[in-house]
């Protein structure tokens, strides 16, 4: 029988499905919402009750900020850490149609923030150890 908190976890999937399917795996107590690999938003109670946070980036965090949506920050070893993350606006929680403007902010920050990292020269070093 599916419980009350995996409810929620497929009810952020639907809400945010208008940028692909998604996948939510559970992640350090938490769970990740991924599609295609790139993961654009995570639940976690960060004292508050379970909230949907979604991705942001430098040119995102403003509109996130302007909607009132509050920044994901917990505590690790006593100092406030933050993560670029927001609440999902209220409004948004309501329908997929009023999540999808936010499901492509985040989305975007998701594929940014893949396009920074380093590629790996895994297979590069790989050669040079077989010469």
Known sequence: MPTAQNEFVQYCCELLGS??????RRM????????????????ADLGSGEK??????????ARFETAGCER????????AMSMGYYSAPE???????????WARLALEAALKARQSKPV???AAKSKARKR
């Not at 940028?19 to 939510?24: E, R, S």
């Not at 949907?52 to 965090?61: C, G, N, R």
């Not at 994901?72 to 100092?79: C, E, L, R, S, T």
């Open 19 to 24: 940028v692909g399917p998604c996948v939510a």
């Open 28 to 43: 350090f107590g938490a769970w990740g919402i991924s599609t295609e690999g790139l993961t654009l938003a995570i639940l």
């Open 52 to 61: 949907l946070w979604l991705k942001a980036d430098a040119e995102s965090q």
């Open 72 to 79: 994901f920050v917990y505590q690790a070893k006593g100092k």
């Open 91 to 101: 409004e948004a929680m309501e329908s997929p149609q009023q999540m999808a403007p």
């Open 120 to 122: 790996k020269k895994v």
